[in-house]
């Protein structure tokens, strides 16, 4: 089965930097997106930026030009947030999902069935 776990929240005053990371385990084939999520107080889940198995991203409109998501060959997914807000806080999710989906529909939280524990960011 795929599992996912992140790591690298914690707390950072605004302007500031984390990079959060996601150590996927298990087999998703030669085609997948991956996906990170949050979730702030009070407020829905949100997507967030995706990356898929060919190498294209797409970015919320929110994070766009501060946020930036990669991959690495041994499948661990990254964010590296940047210019950090208050807004900003929020608990982040990594998610992912063999084969493919409608571009436009990859930011949104119901085309992933496999999910990460979360991990806080907090934003001062």
């Known amino acids: 089965d795929v599992q996912l776990v992140e790591s690298g929240g914690g707390s950072v005053q605004a302007g500031g930097s984390l990079r959060l990371s996601c150590a996927v385990t298990?087999?998703?084939?030669?085609?997948?997106?991956m996906g990170w999520f949050r979730r702030a107080p009070g407020k829905e889940r949100e997507g967030v930026a995706c990356i898929n198995s060919d190498g294209r991203t797409t970015y919320a409109d929110s994070v766009k030009g501060r946020f930036t998501i990669s991959q690495d060959a041994k499948s661990t997914l990254y964010l590296q947030t940047n210019s950090l807000k208050p807004e900003d806080t929020a608990v982040y999710y990594c998610?992912?999902?063999?084969?493919?989906?409608?571009?436009?529909?990859?930011?949104?939280?119901?085309?992933?069935?496999?999910w990460g524990q979360g991990t806080q960011v907090t934003v001062s």
């Open positions: 298990g087999y998703l084939g030669s085609s997948y997106y």
């Open positions: 998610a992912t999902n063999p084969g493919r989906v409608p571009w436009q529909y990859v930011l949104l939280d119901n085309v992933y069935n496999y």
